[in-house]
């Protein structure tokens, strides 16, 4: 079987992570084309990948105007901009590696749901922890009745302190009318995993959260507003200078110090400090999504959950314990504890699983588990290895406006249902 031709569209951080996949395996995946309108990210990408001049190209439409020219296409422009090319490349017959969130509004999600239904081509939305090895050791725990029927869930995502700062604070997702909200940029992850853990997505819930610290009013006495200037910055722990100059002086050349610089050198990371956004004081930037958020779930059938989203960690795994009417599992991301109502004994079990748990570690796993199982779907027809489908996808993203809503307005919020008929793109 000849390896699947895979078509890029965005050479950012996850079109390449994802494209790294085929690089490491040859003999089942190829990339034979990208879309990417900065030229240093398009140049370097398609060298990587060995891409003639004519299929390295700044705009996707023009990739779209040669017809189908791969078995499948991986959209990872940036959110605002996944709604259009999936519906007119699922228009054209292309299986879809669609980067997470799907669209930032229901209507969005719903478009393209029908336009992947109406073509019937399939579509893998890159939810990747549902494809780590620990997510499947926990899956298979959970559903062989373990700890019995579970009753409740506390999880916790710790973004981490830098994260927040690189990302949320300085980067791209910092502003809710430029991006998305916090929860639908970050944790859509957190609420499509445990609504793939529990076995169905959220009836109702609530949420409470909001911007706490980084803003103007915590300003340190004598800050400047950019880092290298700054008289307080040596003792201040979202320095962009220790983050961003320690990665290069370590040689470790990758996410996040690659969104920040196209050459690994001081003075482009100065140059950068100084006139781009990542040298900007935290407390001196336009953000506002939350830096702390959580939102309680009721499931079908009554079981809970409760989710936690906060800056204020280190940069490390989920945390996640589900309490069953047998027994009790704990999991810390890299292993997974499970004691038993019935004989007191405890297992710990170890999945074995590569990486760590950002973007720059492969997310422990996911987003190899993902491409893994998107090409095998396309290289076999077989769409059961792909978990994170249109309407598994789309009832995540509900739950996620539904919470939004909840924060916004302080009520209860019903979760609408992912199976109704879709609205026609």
């Not at 494209?19 to 395996?25: G, I, M, S, Y």
């Not at 004598?222 to 040596?234: H, K, L, T, Y």
């Not at 779907?377 to 792909?386: N, S």
Request: aromatic fraction near 6%.
């Amino acid at each position: 079987m000849p390896p699947v031709s895979l078509l890029v569209i965005g050479a950012g951080e996850r079109g390449t992570g994802y494209a790294r996949w085929a690089l490491d395996h040859p003999d089942r995946a190829t990339v034979v084309a990208v879309a990417e309108p900065r030229e240093v990210r398009r140049t370097r990408f398609a060298a990587t990948h060995g891409i003639a001049p004519e299929g390295a190209v700044a705009d996707w439409k023009d990739v779209l105007a040669r017809g189908k020219i791969a078995d499948a296409v991986l959209i990872c422009t940036p959110d605002r901009l996944h709604v259009e090319p999936a519906v007119a490349f699922a228009a054209l017959g292309y299986p879809i590696l669609l980067e997470k969130p799907m669209a930032l509004d229901e209507d969005g999600c719903r478009e393209i749901v029908a336009a992947v239904e109406r073509s019937g081509v399939m579509l893998a939305v890159g939810h990747v922890l549902r494809y780590t090895p620990y997510t499947r050791t926990l899956k298979r725990l959970v559903d062989s009745g373990r700890i019995g029927d579970i009753v409740s869930v506390q999880h916790l995502e710790p973004v981490g302190f830098w994260h927040q700062a690189h990302s949320f604070v300085r980067g791209n997702w910092r502003r809710h009318d430029e991006s998305t909200s916090m929860l639908m940029a970050k944790s859509c992850h957190d609420l499509d995993w445990l609504q793939y853990v529990i076995g169905s997505p959220p009836a109702r819930v609530s949420s409470f959260g909001g911007l706490s610290h980084f803003t103007a009013a915590n300003r340190p006495a004598g800050a400047a507003d950019r880092c290298p200037d700054c008289a307080v910055e040596p003792g201040c722990p979202y320095s962009a200078r220790r983050l961003y100059g320690g990665m290069l002086d370590r040689g470790e050349l990758e996410w996040p110090l690659s969104v920040v610089v196209d050459e690994f050198t001081p003075s482009a990371l100065d140059d950068a400090l100084r006139t781009g956004p990542y040298g900007r004081c935290v407390y001196a930037c336009d953000n506002d999504v939350v830096d702390h958020q959580v939102v309680a779930m009721e499931f079908p059938g009554g079981a809970t959950a409760t989710f936690t989203m906060t800056a204020f960690t280190e940069s490390t795994n989920r945390r996640t314990r589900i309490f069953g009417t047998r027994g009790e599992l704990t999991g810390d991301g890299e292993t997974i504890r499970v004691y038993d109502f019935l004989t007191r004994a405890e297992e710990t079990v170890t999945p074995a699983g590569p990486g760590g748990a950002t973007a720059a570690d492969g997310h422990g796993g996911g987003d190899a588990g993902l491409m893994d199982a998107f090409v095998g779907a396309v290289a076999t027809g077989d769409r059961g290895l792909v978990t994170s489908g249109a309407r598994e996808s789309l009832a995540g993203h509900l739950a996620v406006l539904a919470a939004e809503r909840a924060r916004h307005g302080g009520t209860v919020e019903p979760v609408p249902g992912a199976i109704r008929e879709s609205r026609p793109g």
